[in-house]
């Protein structure tokens, strides 16, 4: 495995984006962040910029107005970076499908490295899910 | 070409301590507020990982000023950290008013933020960056006058003498105006460092990152690690002025960085962020009369 993966994976900077989630797994990446769960112990840091970031974190369901943004943000984003869609609406658009407001899911519109399923899911399913993504893109690169 | 050559060693080594001091502030913060923290390797995963990623130059940027702001101020955090550490290792090497280049040097990185912020074309980018500029005019002031209250004590503009002064008279933080004169430089140094209460050029909450908003990639690392060479490079310079140097002994040396570093840090996290005009109000009300009144004392001989 390289350096530059290497080190990715031991300080991913997460940016935080709502396509139009109902608000319930933003407040849970909220509990994630904080003292109780301690992401920092892995290098997780919430970053106020896409420039910044190595992990684009989309919640909700895409929705029309948000699809051409999220697919803006995805593209500025410096390479390389992941991303994870977050919750049940973010990876199967939910109770949202077959809505005319709706797009598509996140996928249909940026490339997914991880899906987070849950209504929402808990902190300990996000922990749990970004090991996974480790351990698993560390397997493809041995 | 030796002093090149130590020019490098002591930017190296100023990055290697600061990236330590900046694991050391993360993981004392993370332990206030009752948490395990990151491992000691973090900042030194951070710093590589920047390295590897893209660098991105935006559309409505200016190129040249965008690329090379961030490599002037970290290219003059390194001439500070070579002019004290020379004075800390071979002492009797200083020149006369060295410590006047210290203080234009250390002026430069805020510079080159403010520079790269203006030139990156991003609103929150300008907005930080004419923040950090009223910051500079409030706190540049009372630091300039503690260090002039240093001057009158010794009666010389050279580091090496003002560190043989206070090893054959005490250290200066001991008379009434010296300890004044610290007290002045040490708020000056949390808000040329940038950290809470002062942080208002980079507020992550409203401005998002500020003047870094749009630096990604080996760019973002260099100005991160300028940040992190100022945290190493700050107290060194009070301790040197102020609290006698580091010609007492490694040991000694190490406890006042200790010592001083926990400050910053304890500031840091039980203060909420002031906003610009209270900033200014602050450095231009109370902590300028405070260093006038340690230079009156210090003239009078206290």
Redesign the interface.
């Known amino acids: 495995m390289n350096w530059k993966l290497y080190s990715l994976l031991k300080s991913p900077w997460v940016f935080h984006l709502s396509t139009g989630s109902c608000n319930n797994c933003d407040i849970e990446i909220l509990d994630f962040l904080t003292p109780r769960y301690d992401a920092e112990r892995f290098g997780i840091q919430l970053v106020g910029s896409p420039r910044h970031a190595d992990i684009l974190l989309v919640t909700g369901a895409m929705n029309r107005k948000a699809a051409p943004l999220a697919k803006k943000i995805y593209n500025q984003m410096a390479k390389p970076c992941l991303v994870i869609a977050f919750g049940a609406c973010g990876c199967t658009q939910g109770i949202f499908e077959g809505s005319y407001a709706v797009a598509g899911t996140v996928d249909s519109e940026i490339p997914v490295d991880l899906y987070i399923p849950g209504c929402p899911p808990r902190p300990e399913a996000i922990i749990a899910g970004i090991a996974r993504l480790i351990s698993s893109i560390k397997e493809k690169k041995e | 070409m030796t002093a090149l050559l130590f020019y490098v060693q002591a930017s190296v080594a100023a990055a290697i301590i600061g990236l330590i001091t900046s694991w050391y502030d993360?993981k004392l913060t993370?332990r206030i507020?009752?948490?395990?923290?990151?491992?000691f390797?973090?900042p030194f995963?951070?710093f590589?990982?920047l390295l590897?990623?893209?660098?991105?130059v935006p559309a409505a940027a200016s190129r040249t000023t965008f690329i090379f702001a961030p490599l002037f101020g970290l290219a003059s955090v390194g001439v500070v950290a070579a002019i004290l550490m020379k004075q800390a290792f071979y002492p009797g090497t200083s020149f006369v008013g060295d410590l006047i280049v210290v203080i234009y040097f250390l002026a430069m990185p805020p510079a080159a933020t403010i520079i790269g912020g203006f030139a990156s074309g991003n609103p929150l980018a300008s907005t930080g960056a004419s923040r950090e500029m009223k910051l500079i005019l409030a706190y540049e002031l009372p630091f300039i006058l503690a260090i002039i209250t240093a001057i009158i004590k010794t009666g010389t503009i050279e580091i090496g003498q003002i560190v043989s002064f206070q090893a054959a008279n005490g250290s200066l933080a001991l008379s009434l105006s010296g300890a004044l004169a610290l007290a002045v430089g040490f708020i000056c140094m949390q808000a040329k460092l940038g950290f809470v209460p002062f942080d208002m050029a980079e507020a992550?909450?409203e401005i998002?990152?500020g003047t870094?908003?749009?630096?990604?990639?080996p760019l973002?690392a260099a100005l991160k690690l300028t940040k992190f060479m100022m945290f190493t490079v700050m107290p060194c310079f009070l301790i040197t002025l102020f609290m006698g140097g580091f010609s007492s002994g490694i040991i000694p040396g190490l406890l006042k960085y200790i010592v001083l570093v926990t400050l910053v840090v304890l500031v840091k996290n039980t203060n909420p962020r002031l906003r610009i005009d209270q900033a200014v109000r602050f450095f231009w009300g109370p902590v300028t009369g405070i260093a006038i009144a340690a230079i009156v004392l210090a003239f009078c001989g206290y």
């Not at chain 2, 590897?52 to 991105?56: A, L």
């Not at chain 2, 870094?212 to 990639?217: A, D, R």
């Open positions: 993360r993370a507020q009752w948490r395990v923290g990151p491992p390797l973090q995963f951070d590589l990982k590897g990623k893209e660098t991105i992550e909450t998002m990152a870094f908003i749009e630096y990604s990639g973002l």
